[in-house]
Every structure is written in structure tokens, then in C-alpha cells.
């Protein structure tokens, strides 16, 4: 029998596989976001918030097995399927063949990169907040492909047809959701309550 995690064991289970900081808080990130989207779409938030912690769990240790190593880890601890194909699903077209179908799935391949670009946009910023950060700052920041170079946006643009939704519409929902978690993530900075 499948089971599903906790939040705790989820976050545990993070940090066993990634020392990294880094990507301990894009987890962190993720997870803010998911849970922002599983809300706004009456979705289950524990299982859309964990499903984002877990999603580069194999990301440290297997980077050339990214997304397919995470699928053993995961069933060798009988974690519920409906979770392990989610977190596969984000590498459609990179590294597995797993097409995102679901909401759930279909929002973590959009949002992935694009917390990586709202991240490296708050972090310019004089306040280095993701509290005073508007959206527009975020589409400027996209449309320069310089700035954070390693963010692919080809597979934001996908994500935004398969969830079909404006683009400025998803930076302004992944904005709020790492508001949520901007203390998690070290995004508070400078800004006045």
C-alpha cells in the first residue's frame, strides 16, 4: 500500500538527498508555489506542496539521472504513484517521457524554471525582496536572455499553452506564492511591513 508523506518526512527526505542550500530552497520555492496553485485550483495543497519539495530530489546526487533516479528512491519507499509521476513528469522533453497531464502536473513543469527567474530577479532588486516585486520587473528580466541564462524559457512558454494561461498571469501567481514562503527562501529582504 502506497502512502503519503507528511510534510516533514517530505522535507527530510529532501535534505538526505541534497546538501545544497540552493536547492533546499528552490524546494522550499517550489513547494510555496505549489501550494499557492493547489488553493487557487481547490486542489489538495499537502499533496501539490510536497510534490514540489520532492521535485529535484535526485538533482545533487544523479544529475544525469535526474527524474528518472527519483522514481526508484521514491517506490523503494512506497510513495503514493500518483506523486512519484508528478515530480518525474517536470522533465518531460529534458530527461524522461512522462508528458504532464494532470493540473497538478501540468503547473510544477511550468513554475520549476520560473521560480529560478522570479529568485534571480528579487535578488537584483535594491530591497532583495520578493515582497515589493511586481511582475512587469519579471517579464523584463524574461525577455533578456542574458539575465539568468540557465532558466529555460521555451519550457515556461510550454507550460503556460498547457495550462493555458498568460504568462504574465503565471510570474504574477508564482510571485505570490513565493511571498508565502519568502522567510523559507531568504526573500524577505530590505522591505518595510
Known sequence: MSKMLTRDEALALLKEYNESDALVKHGLAVEGVMRHFARKYGEDEEKWGIVGLLHDLDYEKYPDQHCVKVQEIMQERDIDPEIIRAVASHGYGICVDIEP???????LYTIDELTGLVNATAIMRPSKSVLDLETKSVKKKFKSKGFAAGVDREIIK????????????????????????????????????
Open 158 to 193: 510550454k507550460g503556460c499553452e498547457r495550462l493555458e494561461m498568460d504568462l504574465g498571469d503565471v510570474i504574477e501567481e508564482v510571485i505570490l506564492g513565493m511571498r508565502e514562503v519568502c522567510d523559507a527562501i531568504d526573500l524577505r529582504g530590505e522591505v518595510e511591513n
Open 101 to 107: 497531464q494532470s493540473q497538478m502536473e501540468k503547473v
